[in-house]
């Protein structure tokens, strides 16, 4: 087992690595719009996962994650070449690339986050208006009857 540090300073080199080759040295078009957000690495060091996101040009497009992660896989060996000579490490880990489900999930998040504010105001609307079913005050003091006096 390896010491835990030092498999993440490996996981940011090779997260540095990959998204510079990414960004200046492969061609591919499909990739022009990858983002590497995070990596992570084996505790022995012989595989890493790289997480990925791919960003739309607006908001409404769709990106080619399928397009992408074959983009990614032709160019596995090319970007494992490029880690290994740039980590120094003794066996360069094999890359694996994983499309990251974060940013979805996120945005799935604050859509239901929207929904419920939206909920919260309604209820508050119908609150403000509404009249108790029973007596107003259901705690209120008993009554002293007027024939003890």
Same mark, same amino acid.
């Given at each position: 087992m390896v010491d835990q540090a030092r498999? =993440? =300073?490996?996981?940011?080199? !090779?997260?540095? !690595?990959?998204?510079?080759?990414l960004e200046s040295e492969i061609k591919d078009p499909r990739l022009k719009r990858v983002t590497i957000t995070d990596t992570r690495v084996t505790g022995d060091l012989q595989e890493a996962t790289v997480f990925y996101t791919v960003l739309g040009e607006t908001v409404d497009e769709d990106p080619d994650t399928a397009g992408v992660a074959a983009a990614l896989a032709s +160019? $596995?060996?090319?970007?494992?070449?490029k880690v290994g000579a740039g980590t120094g490490v003794r066996r360069t880990p094999s890359l694996t690339f994983v499309a990251d489900v974060v940013p #979805? %999930?996120?945005?799935?998040? @604050? %859509?239901?986050?929207?929904? $419920?504010? %939206?909920? #919260?105001? @309604?209820? +508050?609307?119908?609150a403000a208006t509404a009249r108790p079913a029973g007596d *107003? #005050? *259901?705690?209120?003091?008993p009554r002293e009857r007027d024939d003890e006096e």
């Open positions: 498999a =993440r =300073r490996l996981a940011k080199r !090779i997260s540095q !690595i990959v998204a510079g080759a +160019a $596995t060996g090319v970007l494992r070449s #979805d %999930e996120s945005r799935r998040m @604050e %859509e239901l986050l929207a929904r $419920t504010r %939206e909920s #919260d105001a @309604e209820v +508050a609307r119908l *107003p #005050d *259901p705690y209120r003091v």
